[in-house]
Nanobody
Framework: QVQLVESGGGLVQAGGSLRLSCAASGRTFSNSVMGWFRQAPGKEREFVAAITWSAGSTYYTDSVKGRFTISRDNAKNTVYLQMNSLKPEDTAVYYC?????????????????WGQGTQVTVSS
């Protein structure tokens, strides 16, 4: 059974930092794409960042470029999202997701497995 377990969310002031973790288990992820998405109250779930597990190629939505960094630790089967210079508009539930294919896509419907989400709240 595939499991994605997020951790690291919390409350932070604007300008602060948080690091989210996503521990993956249950299958081989070496040919997968791992993504982070977020959903704010009353809004649709949106793509934040993705990484190809094998090559480590990274992709970001424009609003987080230069502030967020996605990375992975193959030995720990864990994906991270380092979030710096946080803004109140970054407040959302953040979800980790896995796509069985090696194609990087920003549409959430292509991702097969999802974590339970972790709340990030940025105060002004």
């Amino acid at each position: 059974q595939v499991q994605l377990v997020e951790s690291g969310g919390g409350l932070v002031q604007a300008g602060g930092s948080l690091r989210l973790s996503c521990a993956a288990s249950g299958r081989t992820f070496s040919n997968s794409v791992m993504g982070w998405f977020r959903q704010a109250p009353g809004k649709e779930r949106e793509f934040v960042a993705a990484i190809t597990w094998s090559a480590g190629s990274t992709y970001y939505t424009d609003s987080v470029k230069g502030r967020f960094t996605i990375s992975r630790d193959n030995a720990k089967n864990t994906v991270y999202l380092q979030m710096n210079s946080l803004k109140p508009e970054d407040t959302a539930v953040y979800y980790c997701a896995a796509d069985r294919t090696s194609i990087v896509r920003m549409n959430s419907r292509f991702y097969d497995n999802w974590g339970q989400g972790t709340q990030v709240t940025v105060s002004s």
